[in-house]
């Protein structure tokens, strides 16, 4: 009996979660659109995709400088650890992106592959945003203010419900933590 009354109610909160999440999505996707941020998180977006983020941390990561490359190594470490993680649930879940399973949405540049759950391009924008802040802490504002754009940028261009992005940054800072914990970075 109680089991069926904690069933009950866990449905219940899944139900309030999930109406939560589509009326944000709306929200970013549809009542904000303009121009201007249309542009804008076109490019916003890109700071966490695979090709920007490989480059940059291959970059520091070869660096001649010795206190770079320690830096570069750091985020190559967190970022490929958070991408297998990311890669490993999107499988499980296979949660359709919201341009799949929503109407009446504004996709702007929709990838034609992948699952939606969790975002990818903000686990590794705050992957590096968390690296970056550990080296750098006076510009840990910044860092993590770019890694929290991206995460609306997914939302925005309609390719990421805001759960995506949530758990995505969530996967990245334990992911960080973690690392951190036991001495890899």
Same mark, same amino acid.
């Given at each position: ?122 686990? +590794?924008? !705050?992957?590096? +945003? ?16 770019? +890694? ?23 996967? +990245? !800072? ?12």
């Amino acid at each position: 009996m109680k089991l069926r009354k904690d069933v009950k109610e866990m449905n219940a909160i899944g139900g309030l979660v999930r109406k939560g999440d589509i009326s944000l999505f709306y929200l970013f996707n549809r009542k904000i659109h303009c121009d201007p941020l249309d542009f804008l998180m076109k490019y916003i977006t890109h700071l966490g995709s695979t090709t920007f983020t490989t480059l940059l941390s291959l970059f520091l990561f070869i660096y001649p400088k010795h206190e770079v490359r320690t830096i570069g190594r750091e985020m190559v470490i967190v970022l490929l650890t958070t991408l297998l993680i990311v890669q490993f649930i999107k499988r499980m879940v296979n949660r359709p992106r919201p341009y799949i399973t929503l109407r009446d949405i504004i996709p702007i540049n929709p990838p034609n592959c992948s699952y939606s759950f969790p975002s990818g391009h903000t686990c +590794a924008a !705050f992957s590096m +945003a968390l690296v970056l802040s550990k080296n750098f802490p006076p510009l840990s504002v910044v860092f993590i203010t770019l +890694a929290i754009m991206v995460g609306l940028s997914r939302v925005y261009l309609g390719v990421h419900y805001p759960t995506d992005t949530f758990i995505g940054g969530i996967i +990245a !800072f334990t992911t960080f933590k973690l690392l951190l914990m036991v001495g890899f970075i």
